[in-house]
């Protein structure tokens, strides 16, 4: 399981697909022409808690405008949203999980630019910065991130940690002196696992990612992402030797490195809360991973888990954020439908959703008292006190990289089945021409 669209894409949904394409073409947009149509559709993919959310709070929104809005939660919605933008029978807002997905929709003529829909302005103080690129395209804004995750996180078990007054690291030479000193007091540091079934690989991306956006920056990690700077290049080599040394040095990870491709990421951060103390202390993973710790940890998250953003490259430095999100699209021409976009927009508009799931507002000024625990509050404050979110680099890359290659020679070069110039170079060969 995984809860961004790297999960969704992994699922198989076909059944699903089948069923819900014919129950939904009847509630479906009409392209456009019933515009003054006071009726909107949209679909989504998000968690259902997540979605009920926003329902609540958009529905006395829309009623006093006098709109009905009714939404579908559908499953692989990249893949049956094309389908149904061929058979001009889209909804009127669609939440899309990829960035690429949006610029493809707005390729096929299906979207409606954003900009005089609602305040770019406004919402550039309001979000986090990177958070509106995300669904630009050619200079106009036709993605709007309503709700979000966050990957660039480091747990721990926060009982053991205080007891042993260890600090969040402020740069990644200090990430490294903290690993050290954990070693050195007797302990392992990293807890570490990138088996998921037929997605084996995915979390060793997620280092990656981290990685080159700290060592790049935005513009480099970017340009990385679409291939303009192949994976065989300095900053990609520079963030391997980082991961090389935290992950494959003696003694830094649980299990060693032979362990790490066949311990499933799901239970790779559970030895952190084993009863006689931990048996690794950090664990670097997504805002969902607290899903899968143990149901005592989970009973009461506060007094049993701590969180630190990945560090920046240097102290004080350019602190990038990596994770995922939904984007709402317009497919409509309707007014009404423009009118429930510029609710989305409104920072409020997860009020309801915070308390009650996994709901991050990519609104720096949403009321972070409305999250339901002091974990939640400061993963989205990782967010928040960032200086760019950077969409998942491995979910924007082509299938056959993001999904395939990447995955693939991660887990042979950590397994140690080939050498990094290998591994490198058959990501780089794999890429479409």
Excluded at 103 to 116: K, N, S, T
Excluded at 322 to 336: E, F, I, Q, R, V
Excluded at 408 to 431: C, F, H, R, V
């Amino acid at each position: 399981m995984r809860t961004h669209s790297r999960g969704r894409r992994a699922a198989v949904a076909v059944a699903a697909v089948a069923s819900m394409s014919v129950s939904l073409a009847a509630c479906g947009g009409d392209g456009g022409s019933a515009s003054d149509s006071k009726e909107v559709t949209i679909w989504a993919s998000v968690d259902q808690p997540v979605l009920d959310g926003l329902e609540k709070a958009l529905a006395p929104k829309a009623k006093e405008a006098g709109i009905t809005v009714k939404w579908s939660k559908v499953e692989n919605i990249n893949q049956l949203i094309m389908t149904k933008i061929q058979a001009n029978d889209t909804p009127d807002i669609a939440f899309i999980p990829q960035p690429g997905v949006v610029a493809d929709i707005v390729d096929r003529g299906a979207a409606q630019p954003l900009d005089d829909v609602v305040d770019p302005s406004a919402l550039e103080s309001s979000m986090v910065p990177g958070t509106l690129d995300a669904g630009t395209v050619d200079d106009q804004l036709y993605g709007l991130l309503v709700s979000m995750n966050v990957k660039s996180l480091v747990f721990y078990n926060k009982k053991a940690w205080d007891e042993a007054g260890y600090e969040a690291p402020q740069s990644i030479d200090e990430l490294n002196q903290l690993t050290e000193q954990i070693k050195s007091d007797g302990e392992t540091p990293w807890c570490m696992g990138i088996e998921s079934d037929t997605a084996t690989g995915w979390p060793a991306t997620d280092w990656f990612e981290d990685l080159v956006m700290r060592y790049g920056g935005p513009e480099e990690y970017n340009a990385w992402v679409t291939h303009e700077t192949p994976f065989d290049s300095d900053v990609v080599r520079e963030s391997a030797a980082e991961f090389e040394e935290l992950m494959f040095t003696e003694g830094n990870v649980l299990g060693g490195r032979d362990a790490i491709t066949s311990t499933n990421f799901g239970t790779a951060g559970n030895p952190m809360f084993d009863k006689a103390g931990p048996s690794c202390w950090m664990y670097k993973q997504g805002s969902f991973i607290t899903g899968f710790f143990p149901e005592e940890v989970k009973k009461d998250l506060d007094a049993n888990v701590g969180v630190f953003g990945f560090p920046p490259a240097e102290t004080g430095g350019e602190n990038p954020v990596l994770g995922g999100g939904d984007l709402a699209m317009l497919l409509s021409d309707k007014s009404a439908a423009s009118d429930v976009m510029a609710m989305l927009s409104e920072t409020e508009i997860g009020n309801d959703a915070a308390g009650s799931s996994s709901f991050i507002s990519p609104h720096k000024d949403f009321d972070v008292s409305l999250y339901p625990d002091e974990v939640t509050r400061s993963v989205a404050d990782v967010a928040y006190s960032s200086t760019a979110f950077l969409f998942d680099g491995s979910d924007q890359m082509p299938g056959e990289v993001g999904a395939g290659s990447f995955w693939k020679e991660m887990t042979a070069w950590i397994s140690g089945q080939q050498e990094l110039d290998a591994t490198l170079t058959n990501i780089d060969e794999s890429w479409p021409s």
